[in-house]
Protein backbone atom coordinates (compact mmCIF):
# COMPACT_ATOMS: atom_id res chain seq x y z
CA UNK A 1 0.00 0.00 0.00
CA UNK A 2 1.56 3.07 -1.16
CA UNK A 3 -0.36 6.09 0.73
CA UNK A 4 0.25 9.41 -1.16
CA UNK A 5 4.14 9.71 -3.14
CA UNK A 6 5.78 12.28 -4.12
CA UNK A 7 7.97 12.93 -6.91
CA UNK A 8 10.90 14.43 -7.32
CA UNK A 9 12.41 14.40 -3.78
CA UNK A 10 14.81 17.08 -4.41
CA UNK A 11 15.28 19.20 -7.40
CA UNK A 12 17.36 22.52 -7.75
CA UNK A 13 15.65 25.14 -10.73
CA UNK A 14 17.07 28.21 -12.32
CA UNK A 15 14.68 31.33 -12.04
CA UNK A 16 12.20 31.46 -14.46
CA UNK A 17 12.19 27.71 -15.51
CA UNK A 18 8.71 25.50 -15.07
CA UNK A 19 8.53 22.21 -13.58
CA UNK A 20 5.29 20.07 -12.16
CA UNK A 21 5.39 18.08 -8.51
CA UNK A 22 3.51 15.03 -8.86
CA UNK A 23 1.45 13.42 -6.33
CA UNK A 24 -0.62 10.16 -6.48
CA UNK A 25 -2.25 8.50 -3.72
CA UNK A 26 -3.86 4.55 -4.11
CA UNK A 27 -6.61 5.30 -1.06
CA UNK A 28 -9.19 6.65 -3.27
CA UNK A 29 -9.52 10.08 -1.12
CA UNK A 30 -11.17 12.31 -2.55
CA UNK A 31 -9.15 15.71 -0.86
CA UNK A 32 -5.89 16.31 -1.90
CA UNK A 33 -3.51 19.77 -0.73
CA UNK A 34 -0.59 20.74 -1.50
CA UNK A 35 1.49 22.87 1.37
CA UNK A 36 4.72 24.39 1.54
CA UNK A 37 6.84 24.48 4.59
CA UNK A 38 9.45 27.15 5.33
CA UNK A 39 11.40 27.51 8.31
CA UNK A 40 10.16 29.23 11.60
CA UNK A 41 6.36 28.72 9.97
CA UNK A 42 3.80 26.74 9.81
CA UNK A 43 2.68 24.36 6.43
CA UNK A 44 0.69 26.51 4.63
CA UNK A 45 -1.37 25.58 2.35
CA UNK A 46 -1.14 26.53 -1.52
CA UNK A 47 -4.19 24.70 -3.09
CA UNK A 48 -6.77 22.07 -2.89
CA UNK A 49 -9.23 19.86 -4.39
CA UNK A 50 -12.01 18.22 -3.11
CA UNK A 51 -12.78 15.62 -5.84
CA UNK A 52 -11.45 14.89 -9.44
CA UNK A 53 -12.14 18.36 -11.91
CA UNK A 54 -12.43 20.42 -8.27
CA UNK A 55 -9.70 23.04 -7.26
CA UNK A 56 -9.75 25.31 -5.27
CA UNK A 57 -6.87 28.18 -3.82
CA UNK A 58 -5.29 28.01 -0.43
CA UNK A 59 -3.36 30.78 1.76
CA UNK A 60 -0.14 31.26 -1.23
CA UNK A 61 -1.33 30.21 -4.73
CA UNK A 62 0.43 32.57 -6.81
CA UNK A 63 2.92 31.42 -8.85
CA UNK A 64 1.40 28.05 -8.94
CA UNK A 65 -1.12 26.52 -10.55
CA UNK A 66 -2.53 22.39 -10.38
CA UNK A 67 -5.54 20.33 -12.14
CA UNK A 68 -6.87 17.00 -10.90
CA UNK A 69 -7.80 15.08 -14.08
CA UNK A 70 -8.27 12.05 -11.83
CA UNK A 71 -8.70 11.10 -8.56
CA UNK A 72 -5.09 10.07 -7.83
CA UNK A 73 -3.18 12.67 -8.97
CA UNK A 74 -2.75 16.06 -8.31
CA UNK A 75 0.14 17.57 -9.78
CA UNK A 76 1.29 20.82 -8.54
CA UNK A 77 2.89 23.23 -11.41
CA UNK A 78 5.70 26.33 -11.26
CA UNK A 79 5.01 28.41 -13.72
CA UNK A 80 8.14 30.86 -13.57
CA UNK A 81 10.31 29.86 -10.83
CA UNK A 82 11.31 32.36 -8.60
CA UNK A 83 13.65 31.84 -5.01
CA UNK A 84 10.97 33.15 -3.17
CA UNK A 85 9.58 29.49 -3.84
CA UNK A 86 12.29 27.75 -2.40
CA UNK A 87 10.60 25.41 0.07
CA UNK A 88 9.84 21.94 1.50
CA UNK A 89 6.65 20.99 -0.70
CA UNK A 90 3.84 18.95 0.68
CA UNK A 91 1.05 16.96 -0.79
CA UNK A 92 -1.37 15.38 1.52
CA UNK A 93 -4.77 13.51 1.25
CA UNK A 94 -8.23 12.64 2.99
CA UNK A 95 -10.98 10.57 2.75
CA UNK A 96 -13.03 13.53 2.92
CA UNK A 97 -10.67 16.63 4.16
CA UNK A 98 -13.30 17.98 6.73
CA UNK A 99 -11.75 16.89 9.64
CA UNK A 100 -10.50 13.02 8.55
CA UNK A 101 -6.86 11.85 9.74
CA UNK A 102 -4.60 13.80 6.26
CA UNK A 103 -2.07 11.51 5.15
CA UNK A 104 1.19 13.00 3.66
CA UNK A 105 3.93 12.40 1.13
CA UNK A 106 7.43 12.84 1.89
CA UNK A 107 7.85 15.66 0.70
CA UNK A 108 9.64 17.78 -2.34
CA UNK A 109 12.45 19.74 -1.24
CA UNK A 110 12.73 22.28 -4.03
CA UNK A 111 15.76 24.92 -4.35
CA UNK A 112 15.24 28.02 -6.75
CA UNK A 113 18.87 29.94 -8.05
CA UNK B 1 -0.95 36.24 16.14
CA UNK B 2 -0.59 32.89 14.86
CA UNK B 3 -4.27 31.48 15.19
CA UNK B 4 -2.14 27.95 16.73
CA UNK B 5 0.39 28.41 19.15
CA UNK B 6 2.78 25.80 20.22
CA UNK B 7 5.09 25.87 23.56
CA UNK B 8 7.61 25.36 24.19
CA UNK B 9 9.38 25.49 20.46
CA UNK B 10 12.01 23.56 21.68
CA UNK B 11 12.23 20.68 23.93
CA UNK B 12 15.14 18.59 25.51
CA UNK B 13 14.48 15.20 27.64
CA UNK B 14 16.75 12.76 29.35
CA UNK B 15 15.13 9.28 28.42
CA UNK B 16 12.64 7.84 30.74
CA UNK B 17 11.08 11.33 31.66
CA UNK B 18 7.69 12.79 30.62
CA UNK B 19 6.99 15.07 27.89
CA UNK B 20 4.55 18.00 27.70
CA UNK B 21 3.82 19.57 24.46
CA UNK B 22 1.03 22.60 24.52
CA UNK B 23 -1.31 23.83 21.77
CA UNK B 24 -3.41 26.54 22.12
CA UNK B 25 -6.01 28.09 19.15
CA UNK B 26 -7.89 31.16 18.87
CA UNK B 27 -10.00 30.26 15.91
CA UNK B 28 -13.36 28.33 16.48
CA UNK B 29 -12.61 24.29 15.14
CA UNK B 30 -13.69 20.85 14.92
CA UNK B 31 -11.26 19.09 15.31
CA UNK B 32 -7.51 19.69 16.09
CA UNK B 33 -4.53 16.80 14.32
CA UNK B 34 -1.13 16.12 16.28
CA UNK B 35 1.76 15.27 13.52
CA UNK B 36 4.80 13.92 14.08
CA UNK B 37 7.20 15.03 11.77
CA UNK B 38 10.28 12.92 11.38
CA UNK B 39 14.27 14.27 10.92
CA UNK B 40 14.24 12.65 7.60
CA UNK B 41 11.28 15.16 6.64
CA UNK B 42 8.13 12.31 6.69
CA UNK B 43 4.54 13.64 8.34
CA UNK B 44 3.00 11.06 9.96
CA UNK B 45 -0.68 11.45 11.89
CA UNK B 46 -1.01 10.84 15.71
CA UNK B 47 -4.06 11.79 16.95
CA UNK B 48 -7.19 13.37 15.58
CA UNK B 49 -9.73 14.86 18.82
CA UNK B 50 -12.51 16.82 18.55
CA UNK B 51 -12.93 16.46 22.63
CA UNK B 52 -11.49 14.47 25.79
CA UNK B 53 -8.58 12.38 25.27
CA UNK B 54 -6.99 9.90 23.49
CA UNK B 55 -4.26 7.03 23.85
CA UNK B 56 -1.83 5.45 21.74
CA UNK B 57 0.69 3.47 23.48
CA UNK B 58 2.66 6.08 25.49
CA UNK B 59 1.21 8.71 23.64
CA UNK B 60 -1.82 10.44 25.39
CA UNK B 61 -3.63 13.46 23.77
CA UNK B 62 -5.69 15.79 25.63
CA UNK B 63 -8.48 18.94 24.42
CA UNK B 64 -10.17 21.72 25.88
CA UNK B 65 -12.38 23.41 23.82
CA UNK B 66 -13.82 25.62 26.09
CA UNK B 67 -10.05 26.73 26.92
CA UNK B 68 -9.08 26.32 23.57
CA UNK B 69 -6.04 24.41 24.23
CA UNK B 70 -4.78 20.77 23.55
CA UNK B 71 -1.75 18.95 25.17
CA UNK B 72 0.23 16.11 24.23
CA UNK B 73 2.14 14.00 26.43
CA UNK B 74 4.88 11.34 25.82
CA UNK B 75 5.14 8.93 28.76
CA UNK B 76 8.94 7.21 29.30
CA UNK B 77 9.95 9.22 26.39
CA UNK B 78 12.58 7.63 24.22
CA UNK B 79 15.27 8.88 21.72
CA UNK B 80 12.88 7.38 18.59
CA UNK B 81 10.83 9.85 20.08
CA UNK B 82 13.36 12.75 18.62
CA UNK B 83 10.85 15.03 15.96
CA UNK B 84 8.83 17.73 15.50
CA UNK B 85 5.72 17.76 16.49
CA UNK B 86 2.86 19.43 15.21
CA UNK B 87 -0.68 20.64 15.86
CA UNK B 88 -3.17 21.63 13.36
CA UNK B 89 -6.37 22.84 14.00
CA UNK B 90 -9.01 22.09 11.44
CA UNK B 91 -11.90 25.11 10.26
CA UNK B 92 -12.82 25.12 7.20
CA UNK B 93 -8.84 24.11 6.50
CA UNK B 94 -6.18 23.08 8.77
CA UNK B 95 -4.07 25.67 10.18
CA UNK B 96 -0.48 24.59 11.15
CA UNK B 97 1.61 25.86 14.35
CA UNK B 98 5.26 25.94 14.04
CA UNK B 99 6.18 22.81 15.45
CA UNK B 100 7.79 21.75 18.80
CA UNK B 101 11.28 20.71 18.40
CA UNK B 102 11.72 17.50 20.72
CA UNK B 103 15.34 16.12 21.41
CA UNK B 104 15.45 13.40 23.69
CA UNK B 105 18.75 12.14 24.70
CA UNK B 106 20.04 8.73 26.00
Known amino acids: NAGVTQTPKFQVLKTGQSMTLQCAQD?????MSWYRQDPGMGLRLIHY???????DQGEVPNGYNVSRSTTEDFPLRLLSAAPSQTSVYFCASSYDGTSQPQHFGDGTRLSIL | KNEVEQSPQNLTAQEGEFITINCSYS?????LHWLQQHPGGGIVSLFMLSSGKKKHGRLIATINIQEKHSSLHITASHPRDSAVYIC????????FGTGTRLQVFP
Open chain 1, 49 to 55: SVGAGIT
Open chain 2, 88 to 95: AVFTDKLI
Open chain 2, 27 to 31: VGISA
Open chain 1, 27 to 31: MNHEY
